[in-house]
């Protein structure tokens, strides 16, 4: 079995810095499709970056392109998202999850079949 745990949200100014963390821990025995997710208060949830760990790119939403950057750390089995420049309208709780099934990247979340327990993140203005 395979769990996701985020860490690193928390509450910032507009302008502000947050780094996020996913660590990914248990059986993963091929490449797969990990990224982050993020739902505000009454709204659908989105997808705000991802990647396939086999490589071919990265997935940026328009409105966080130029201000977030997502990595992966292979050796720890970790997931980043540096979000700078924050904005009042990133405020939401992010999730990280991974679909183990993927062999392309891709931003469908139905088909991601492993969900982190979300880290909230808060943007004042």
């Known amino acids: 079995q395979v769990h996701l745990v985020e860490s690193g949200g928390g509450s910032v100014q507009a302008g502000g810095s947050l780094t996020l963390s996913c660590v990914a821990s248990?059986?993963?025995?091929?490449?797969?499709?990990i990224g982050w997710f993020r739902q505000a208060p009454g709204k659908e949830r989105e997808a705000v970056a991802a990647?396939?760990?086999?490589?071919?790119?990265?997935y940026y939403a328009a409105s966080v392109r130029g201000r977030f950057t997502i990595s992966r750390d292979a050796a720890k089995n970790t997931l980043y998202l540096q979000m700078n420049n924050l904005k009042p309208e990133d405020t939401a709780m992010y999730y990280c999850?991974?679909?183990?099934?993927?062999?392309?990247?891709?931003?469908?979340?139905?088909?991601?079949?492993?969900w982190g327990q979300g880290t909230q993140v808060t943007v004042s203005s």
């Open positions: 999850a991974a679909d183990l099934l993927a062999i392309v990247l891709h931003i469908d979340d139905s088909d991601y079949n492993v």
């Open positions: 248990g059986d993963i025995s091929s490449d797969y499709s």
């Open positions: 990647l396939y760990t086999g490589g071919g790119g990265t």
